[in-house]
């Protein structure tokens, strides 16, 4: 059987090429759910992620006051857009102590009641945003920021932030900071944050 030719149906190897085709484009499909699973959701590229900071800057007021002018500055660091309708940011007094921490110290209690993992300071005021649908957003690299003040008595010389900007695609979840500030008696004096 030297020299005998191979004939091919050209229906089968049409067949044939079908086949190996309809499994390379089944196979790509797995690869690219995998990739995505991996990427978007396991890493949660479809949220965004954001950075936050603190700043204030305090002066002094006549009556025995301060001013404090707080500024949080918001950076989207991930690859989609941030767009909320809610934030919030409280201002606690931690020295000097109020009364109340200031008594259960004296009676060798510990500052955290039952089943909690910080401390409660005594609340010198809140602020609150609200905005309409699509009214705060910031592009991914971007930032953004949000401006208030207080007024405290000029005694108070260390006080906790609290920031929490709600995410409008997640039900009740967000992003939160807490950080302690110290009050100096300079006038115009950055707010020295307390890491």
């Known amino acids: 059987m030297k020299g005998d030719a191979i004939i091919v149906d050209i229906g089968e190897l049409k067949n044939f090429v079908d086949l190996v085709q309809s499994i ?3 196979g790509a499909i797995v690869v690219g759910g995998i990739w995505t699973y991996f990427l978007f959701i396991k890493n949660r590229l479809n949220y965004p992620q954001i950075e936050l900071k603190i700043a204030c800057d305090q002066y002094a007021l006549d009556h025995g006051k301060k001013l404090i002018h707080t500024t949080v500055t918001l950076k989207n660091t991930g690859e989609v857009m941030l767009y909320s309708q809610f934030a919030e940011i409280r201002l606690r007094q931690v020295l000097p102590l109020p009364a109340e921490v200031s008594e259960r110290i004296s009676q060798n209690y510990d500052l955290l009641l039952q089943d909690q993992t910080r401390v409660e300071w005594p609340l010198i005021a809140a602020r609150q945003w609200h905005w309409d649908s699509g009214e705060f957003e910031i592009e991914p690299g971007e930032s953004d920021a949000v401006h208030t003040e207080f007024v405290v008595d000029a005694s108070v010389t260390l006080v906790q932030f609290y920031f929490f900007i709600k995410n409008a695609k997640k039900q009740n ?8 500030h110290k009050l ?11 890491k």
Request: with cysteine; proline share 0%.
């Open 24 to 26: 390379a484009t089944t």
């Open 173 to 180: 979840l967000g992003w939160s900071l807490a950080e302690m």
């Open 184 to 194: 100096e008696s300079i006038e115009g004096k950055e707010c020295a944050a307390q």
